[in-house]
Structure formats: C-alpha cells, structure tokens
C-alpha cells in the first residue's frame, strides 16, 4: 500500500540551493539547423528512501519555490508541491525524473529537468541483494541440533514463520521462495528470502562431549 512521506527535514529551497548556482543553468548545444528550443541544465538530487519505502511503495510529497518568467519576460517566484511515485521494487540508484519543474531562466528557454536519484538507507535486520533479502538469525546450539522455527516480521508488516527441520550449520542457507523484494517489471513476482544463521556454541564439559558424540554417531 502506497504511503505519503516528506522529503526528510530539508527545506523546499534546498533543492535549488546545494551546490546550484546561477550558472548551472546553461544550454544544451544543438547542431546548426536544429530548431528545437533550448533546455536549462538539469538539477540533480538524491532521495533518501528506507527499504519499506522500496518494498512497499509510496508517495513522497516536497514543497519548492521556483522562479519562472512570464509572457512579458518579467520574472517572479511560485511555490509548487512537487509529488515523488516510488513504485514497489525500485533500486538503489534508480532516477525520477520530473519534467521542467526547475527554473525558469530566461524566455524561449524550457525550464530545467529535476532528477531525483534514489539512495537507499541501511536497513537494521535486512539485507538487499538485488532482489533477494538476507537476514542472519542467531540460534542456540540446541535449536541448530533440533530443528528450529524461525519467526520474522517482514516489510510490510506480516508475521512469517518458516520452520526448519534438519540440522542447521554455520554455512547453512534456508531459501524462503517468494519473500524477497518485489521484482519492479515482474507483474507481482518478488526475490527470495535467505535465512543464515549465528549459532551460538556453548562451552562442554568433556562427559557433554561425549554425550553428544555418542548420540550422533548411534544408528
């Protein structure tokens, strides 16, 4: 489900002020003959999205001051909200781009081009490998030896358990199909899930060992 969100706690005069100045605006060169009219550079941006954000979906919605020139050449200030679609599965560098939402230098100039790149925040238990996740689980010895049920909340918000029956080593990898992050052009198909595991080994006494080698190699 699609959410509405701001663009961090920057104000909207942002982003025209970092790093742009007057003479970013400059033209594009065409070859002699072409009459197309001219285009103010393009203003570049990132756009910080959490991974629920690229899991999910959602609106980002920013408030701008822009300049534009009027019929008469006489320029003057708008404000404008300007409304981000991040569709569900998009990556890490991908880019928006909004049509002449940029100033308006001159007359018989089109406004500049804003793009907006998306730069994906770290996330606190997942892991974005393409399409897929990874997440490592810590377990006890005595669930890596006797099966274990796995319970994680996923990224929009479902309760998923995934139980795991054998025996589960350090290299083990429990693929979950289907649970990993949308596949952006897949018509509802998603990557997978990859469980890894930290098992936490206790210290043994020598009679623990034993016990537990006995019990292993008995048929």
Known sequence: MKGSGVFGSRSHEDVFSSGFHEDVFGWNPFSV????????????????????DLYNGTTKKMKISRNVVGASGRKSTVEEVLTIEIKPG???????????????????????????????????????????????????FAQALTGHTAQLATLDGRNLRVSIDSIISHTHEEVVKGEGMPILKGRGEKGNLILKFNIKIPKLTSEQKAGIRQLLTSS
């Open 90 to 140: 998009s990556k890490n560098g991908t880019k928006i781009t909004l049509p002449e939402k940029g100033h308006d230098v001159e007359r018989g100039v089109l406004p500049a081009d804003i793009i907006f790149t998306i730069e994906e925040k770290p996330h606190d238990f997942f892991k974005r490998h393409g399409d897929d996740l990874t997440v490592t689980l810590n377990i006890s």
């Open 33 to 52: 003959g072409d009459n197309r009219p001219r285009k103010a550079a393009a203003i570049e941006k990132t756009l910080p999205c959490t991974l629920e």
